[in-house]
């Protein structure tokens, strides 16, 4: 499958590891491209690099591995080109504020995924899913499930039955046992 990366942070470079050694066509993008050069680096070659809107329009599934307040600054920068996307959300409502990690308040009483769905817009296939693991541990854990280990669980979510379909073998090849958690009113 062909997956563009959205981030090429401390979330996203580990994660595009995994799914490159699965085999999956993995393009890493950044809005810094010193970060998209050190991602293809660290993915011994088995991935390319690109501008965010080449890793939007390459994507089967669109992995959004930026902070939970970039998601409408993205939004604005691709003009409509997530639109129709299968679109997996780790974001998790955490901002530095001076150094320091702070937890936001999702406005409206959602939950976190259901509110980045409302930034990224209706026409948005979203699946909540690997925004439970720190990187380094998922990391771990996924290689030792892809080198036939014990697997760790990986809950995902959603409201489209069709993207969780198509996410299920991202999660499963990553390393993972992919767990069903319901709807994006039921994310964690
Ligand atoms: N790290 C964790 O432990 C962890 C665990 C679970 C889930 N998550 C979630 O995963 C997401 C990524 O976290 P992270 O820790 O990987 O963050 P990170 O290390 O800060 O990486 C995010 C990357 O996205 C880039 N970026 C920001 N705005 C962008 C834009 N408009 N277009 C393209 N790239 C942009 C950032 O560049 P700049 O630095 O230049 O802004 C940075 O390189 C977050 O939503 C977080 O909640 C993280």
New binding site residues.
């Given amino acids: 499958m062909r997956v563009g990366i959205?981030?090429?942070?401390?979330?996203?470079?580990p994660l595009g590891r995994l799914l490159s050694m699965a085999g999956h066509d993995v393009l890493f993008?950044?809005?810094?491209p010193a970060?998209v050069e050190a991602a293809t680096l660290a993915a011994d070659g088995l991935a390319q690099g690109g501008t965010?809107l080449e890793a939007t329009r390459y994507g089967d599934v669109v992995i959004?591995?930026?902070?939970?307040e970039?998601f409408p600054?993205?939004v604005a920068?691709l003009g409509g080109a997530l639109t129709g996307k299968i679109v997996v959300d780790?974001?998790?409502?955490?901002a530095e504020r001076d150094g320091l990690s702070v937890v936001l308040a999702v406005p409206g009483g959602l939950t976190s995924p259901q509110y980045q769905q409302h930034v990224l817009g209706a026409g948005v296939r979203l699946v909540r899913t690997?925004?439970?693991?720190?990187?380094r541990e998922?990391l771990k854990l996924g290689t030792a499930g892809q080198r036939g280990g014990s697997r760790a669980d990986m809950p995902y979510w959603g409201d489209d039955d069709g993207a969780k379909k198509a996410v299920l073998p991202l999660i499963e090849d990553a390393g993972f046992t992919a767990i069903d958690g319901g709807g994006l009113s039921d994310a964690l």
């Fill in positions: 959205l981030g090429a942070g401390r979330l996203g470079v993008s950044d809005a810094d970060r965010p959004m591995a930026v902070g939970w970039a600054v993205v920068e780790p974001s998790n409502p955490i690997f925004n439970t693991k720190y990187p998922l």
